[in-house]
T-cell receptor
Framework: RKEVEQDPGPFNVPEGATVAFNCTYSNSASQSFFWYRQDCRKEPKLLMSVYSSGNEDGRFTAQLNRASQYISLLIRDSKLSDSATYLCAVSGYALNFGKGTSLLVTP | DAGVIQSPRHEVTEMGQEVTLRCKPISGHNSLFWYRQTMMRGLELLIYFNNNVPIDDSGMPEDRFSAKMPNASFSTLKIQPSEPRDSAVYFC????????????FGQGTRLTVV
């Protein structure tokens, strides 16, 4: 079983929609949690860290549920420019990534 | 800051040849990660260095793969001999303080073994 699992999608949504991604992790001792964004043929870049109390950055909201060992990312009012692959990352001893969830926002 | 620098950006080689990928982490960062990304397996951690010391190499596929970090500003990932199934994008990433801080990725090396 992989340490970090995500639904690969793709998620196809119209502009303005709200979309949510989930990610589960297997190591209960994990310490830090992140969402990265990866554009086609580019490197991953940090979108936001995920804090225990949940955190928001503009249209993006991240939440952590330690009891159920999952993290989530909510994108409100989707823009065309949000089209990308979203990778969750979990760290403890090392930094492990999920396979990513592909999002396509259409006009 | 120039960011994490990887070379070469693209590499095409014949099966059986030795391949060396290079990485220069961000100055001052103390942790370096090598990842391999494929459509099938996603972004896999190969090896993790902290202060130039390999901490976890459990992700290295087999003995054909080796990695070194002779100093804080340089790391190599070597594949010898290369096989077609090694074709992937190889990323190097560095962090300022271990696995719990933001990872900055290089642009990757796209390796094709024919």
């Amino acid at each position: 079983r992989k340490e970090v699992e995500q639904d690969p999608g793709p998620f196809n949504v119209p502009e303005g929609a709200t979309v949510a991604f989930n990610c589960t992790y297997s190591n209960s001792a994990s310490q830090s949690f992140f969402w990265y964004r990866q554009d086609c043929r580019k490197e991953p870049k940090l979108l936001m860290s995920v804090y225990s109390s949940g955190n928001e950055d503009g249209r993006f909201t991240a939440q952590l549920n330690r009891a159920s060992q999952y993290i989530s990312l909510l994108i409100r009012d989707s823009k065309l420019s949000d089209s990308a692959t979203y990778l969750c990352a979990v760290s403890g001893y090392a930094l492990n990534f999920g396979k990513g969830t592909s999002l396509l926002v259409t006009p | 800051d120039a960011g994490v620098i990887q070379s070469p950006r693209h590499e095409v080689t014949e099966m059986g040849q030795e391949v060396t990928l290079r990485c220069k982490p961000i100055s001052g960062h103390n942790s370096l990660f090598w990842y391999r990304q494929t459509m099938m397996r996603g972004l896999e951690l190969l090896i993790y260095f902290n202060n130039n010391v390999p901490i976890d190499d459990s992700g290295m596929p087999e003995d054909r793969f080796s990695a070194k970090m002779p100093n804080a500003s340089f790391s190599t990932l070597k594949i010898q001999p290369s096989e077609p199934r090694d074709s992937a994008v190889y990323f190097c990433a560095s962090t300022a303080a271990g696995a719990n801080t933001e990872a900055f990725f290089g642009q990757g090396t796209r390796l094709t073994v024919v």
